[in-house]
């Protein structure tokens, strides 16, 4: 199994940047940024698979960057111009399958392994 463990979330006020980092114990063929509010659904953000494709939503485009690193399976998540509407609890997930595509919306049960999460609260 991919051990996850995120880190990196807080505070920030709206305007600001904050950067995730997701440490994984191993390899996997896709890894996502999910994230969720209370009272919403958990909501796929980025994903980034083995040879770099990305998929951003829609809401976040021009704003974050995924970022990773294969060699010591390391993924980030660039949140810049953060709004109040970014606060959520944010969630690392891994897939052994390639199912990252900059064309397919981010799926929760595409993803076999999932973090613990890290709190991200932007303030107005």
């Known amino acids: 199994d991919v051990q996850l463990v995120e880190s990196g979330g807080g505070s920030v006020q709206a305007g600001g940047s904050l950067r995730l980092s997701c440490a994984a114990s191993q390899g996997s063929g896709s890894m996502a940024w999910f994230r969720q509010a209370p009272g919403k659904e958990r909501e796929g953000v980025a994903c980034?698979?083995?040879?770099?494709?990305?998929y951003y939503v829609d809401s976040v485009k021009g704003r974050f960057t995924v970022i990773r690193l294969n060699a010591n399976y390391i993924m980030y998540l660039q949140m810049n111009l953060l709004k109040s509407e970014d606060t959520a609890m944010y969630y690392c997930a891994a897939a052994a399958d390639r199912v990252c595509q900059p064309w397919k919306k981010l799926e929760v049960t595409d993803y076999n392994y999932w973090g613990q999460g890290t709190q991200v609260t932007v303030t107005s």
């Open positions: 980034v698979d083995q040879t770099h494709y990305e």
